[in-house]
C-alpha cells in the first residue's frame, strides 16, 4: 500500500470548514483513498473514501487531486465533537490475503469553541 | 441495537489466566477483525475471518487464538495472558466494500 503523509495537528474554529490534508504521493492507479477519525478513547469511525473522483456524503467531503498524488477531506461545518485524530488510508481493493488496514500515527484536529 | 458490541469494556486479569474477549455485530458483514491499539504503535491487525470458520493471521496473532462459529460472534481469546497484552483491542467488521470498517468501541485489557 502507498504511504501517506499528514500533518500531525491542526487546529479549527467551531462552525468553519476544517481542510485536512494527506499527501500520498506514491499511489498506485488502482489504490484507494480512504479516511477514517478516532475520537479519544472510542473505537475508529469510517468516514469516506474514492478513487479519483471527489466525494461526498452525509459526514464529509473528498476532494483527490487531478494527479491523486494528494487529497483533502472537508468538514463543512465542525464542530466540537468532530474532535478528535484523523487517519488516511490509502489501499488496494483487490490487496490478497489480509484485509488489513494501516492507520499510521493520524492528524490530531482541534476545534477549538 | 444493531451495530457492533465488545465485552467486557473493561477487564483486569493476572498474568498467566486465559481471557476472552466477545465481539457480537448485526449486520450479518462476512468479514470480522481485531485489532489492539498501543501508544506507539497505533492500531495493529491480531487476526481476521473472512466467514465462519475461516480465520487467518495477522500482523501481532503469537499468543491469541479466535473462533467464528457463528457469523454474528468473533471472540478472541489469550491463551495465557501476557503483560505485553495489556492493550485496547478492538473488534470491527467490514461494509460493502473493502477498507470500509466498523469499529466496536473497544475492550481495556489490564494484565497485572
Known amino acids: 500500500d502507498a504511504k501517506t503523509t499528514q500533518p500531525p495537528s491542526m487546529d479549527c474554529a467551531e462552525g468553519r470548514a476544517a481542510n485536512l490534508p494527506c499527501n500520498h504521493s506514491t499511489i498506485s492507479g488502482n489504490e484507494y483513498v480512504y479516511w477514517y477519525r478516532q475520537i479519544h478513547s472510542q473505537g475508529p469511525q469510517y468516514i469516506i473514501h474514492?478513487?479519483?473522483n471527489n466525494e461526498t456524503n452525509e459526514m464529509a467531503s473528498l476532494i483527490i487531486t487531478e494527479d491523486r498524488k494528494s487529497s483533502t477531506l472537508i468538514l463543512p461545518h465542525a464542530t466540537l465533537r468532530d474532535t478528535a485524530v484523523y487517519y488516511c488510508?490509502?489501499?488496494?481493493?483487490?490487496?490478497?490475503?489480509?484485509?488489513?488496514?494501516?492507520f499510521g500515527k493520524g492528524m490530531k484536529l482541534t476545534v477549538n469553541p | 441495537d444493531a451495530g457492533i458490541t465488545q465485552s467486557p469494556r473493561y477487564k483486569i486479569t493476572e498474568t498467566g489466566r486465559q481471557v476472552t474477549l466477545m465481539c457480537h455485530q448485526t449486520?450479518?458483514?462476512?468479514?470480522m477483525f481485531w485489532y489492539r491499539q498501543d501508544l506507539g504503535h497505533g492500531l495493529r491487525l491480531i487476526y481476521y475471518?473472512?466467514?465462519?470458520?475461516?480465520?487467518d493471521k495477522g500482523e501481532v496473532s503469537d499468543g491469541y487464538v479466535v473462533s467464528r462459529s457463528k457469523t454474528e460472534n468473533f471472540p478472541l481469546t489469550l491463551e495465557s495472558a501476557t503483560r505485553s497484552q495489556t492493550s485496547v483491542y478492538f473488534c470491527?467488521?467490514?461494509?460493502?466494500?473493502?477498507?470500509?470498517?466498523?469499529f466496536g468501541p473497544g475492550t481495556r485489557l489490564t494484565v497485572t
Open positions: 449486520w450479518s458483514h462476512s468479514y
Open positions: 474514492g478513487l479519483k
Open positions: 475471518s473472512a466467514a465462519a470458520d475461516i480465520t
Open positions: 488510508i490509502v489501499r488496494s481493493p483487490t490487496q490478497g490475503g489480509s484485509e488489513k488496514l494501516v
Open positions: 470491527a467488521s467490514r461494509g460493502r466494500t473493502l477498507g470500509e470498517q466498523y
